[in-house]
Nanobody
């Protein structure tokens, strides 16, 4: 059974940085593309960034130039480095294995002064 566990969320001031991590159990992690999604209160869940099994990355326009997604298949880990955070980035962030039903439980990111 595949489990995804996110960590690294918290409260940060505007302009600050956070690094989210997603650790997966199971052997399928290195085969699939992995993505980070986020959901703010009252809004639908949206894609933030994704990375293919070969390392090809894709970013949503609002985070381009500020967020960086990376993966370490040997450690079954995907990270999301978030810089220059804005209040609009406040949301619960989820790790997801694309083309599967596997999601993490989410980690809260709050950007506020």
């Amino acid at each position: 059974q595949v489990q995804l566990v996110e960590s690294g969320g918290g409260l940060v001031q505007p302009g600050g940085s956070l690094r989210l991590s997603c650790v997966a159990s199971g052997r399928i992690f290195s085969i699939y593309a992995i993505a980070w999604y986020r959901q703010a209160p009252g809004r639908t869940r949206e894609l933030v960034a994704s990375i293919s099994n070969g390392g090809f990355t894709n970013y949503a326009d609002p985070v381009k130039g500020r967020f960086t997604i990376s993966r370490d298949n040997a450690k079954n880990t995907v990270n999301l480095q978030m810089n220059s955070l804005e209040p609009e980035d406040t949301a619960v962030y989820y790790c997801h294995i694309l083309d599967t039903f596997h999601w993490g439980q989410g980690t809260q990111v709050t950007v506020s002064s």
